[in-house]
């Protein structure tokens, strides 16, 4: 089985400063490794995915992400945050082929001016 | 190109009802997924669908129910509805590439 821990709940920054969420995984099988954001009253959109090769992984709207196998992470970076990135977002993990993917609690990015 | 729909978008029903979720995948997807979204939590795995059969489930009592249809479109019914049912229950589709794409979802509540 797997699972996932976001490690904050709700991360407050200023616009125009960086931002880095934390997410760590457990499997003991080797996984693909999604992002997604939830607007509000919206469904989630994919920001970005790890599958294989390298470890550092680029989405859409100038998000990023490091896959660390050896400490079972796959932190969330932006350099740069708009007040437009303010939503939820979501670590996911999949066995990968048809398997389910199985999501962490979220953490809600909140973008002050 | 359409992405995933879903109908209703919002509804109401009462303690021991039953309902019917409705999904659209995405143009070319054939694998339909149904997940449960309560408010504060990530979402939860029920179901999923591939070729008209009911591939995977999680841990969801047997009043969560599902159907595929040719069209690949999918249904998902609870039967007993109960207040903790109260939720945002998404729908995501795949083809032959590995991510999922959701719907907007349909906010159900039990009152």
């Known amino acids: 089985a797997q699972s996932v821990t976001q490690l904050d709940s709700q991360v407050p920054v200023f616009e125009e400063a960086p931002v880095e969420l934390r997410c760590n995984y457990s499997?003991?099988?080797?996984?693909?490794l999604f992002w997604y954001v939830q607007y509000p009253n919206q469904g989630l959109q994919l920001l970005l995915k790890?599958?294989?090769?390298?470890?550092l992984v680029k989405g859409i709207n100038g998000f990023e992400a490091e896959f660390n196998k050896s400490q079972t992470s796959f932190h969330l970076r932006k350099p740069s945050v708009h007040i437009s990135d303010t939503a939820e977002y979501f670590c996911?993990?999949?066995?990968?082929?048809?398997?389910?993917?199985?999501f962490g609690i979220g953490t809600k990015l909140q973008v002050i001016p | 190109d359409a992405g995933v729909t879903q109908s209703p978008t919002h509804l109401i029903k009462t303690r021991g009802q039953q309902v019917t979720l409705r999904c659209s995948p995405k143009?070319?997807?054939?694998?339909v997924s149904w997940y449960q979204q309560a408010l504060g939590q990530g979402p939860q795995f029920i179901f999923q669908?591939?070729?008209?059969?009911?591939?995977q489930r999680g841990n969801f009592p047997d009043r969560f129910s599902g159907h595929q249809f040719p069209n690949y479109s999918s249904e998902l019914n609870v039967n007993a509805l109960l207040l903790g049912d109260s939720a945002l229950y998404l729908c995501?589709?795949?083809?032959?590439?590995?991510?999922?794409?959701f719907g907007p979802g349909t906010r159900l509540t039990v009152t």
């Open positions: 996911a993990v999949s066995p990968g082929g048809y398997q389910k993917v199985t």
């Open positions: 790890y599958l294989s090769g390298s470890t």
């Open positions: 995501a589709s795949r083809g032959t590439g590995r991510e999922q794409y």
């Open positions: 669908y591939y070729e008209e059969e009911e591939r």
């Open positions: 499997s003991s099988v080797s996984v693909y």
């Open positions: 143009s070319g997807h054939d694998t």
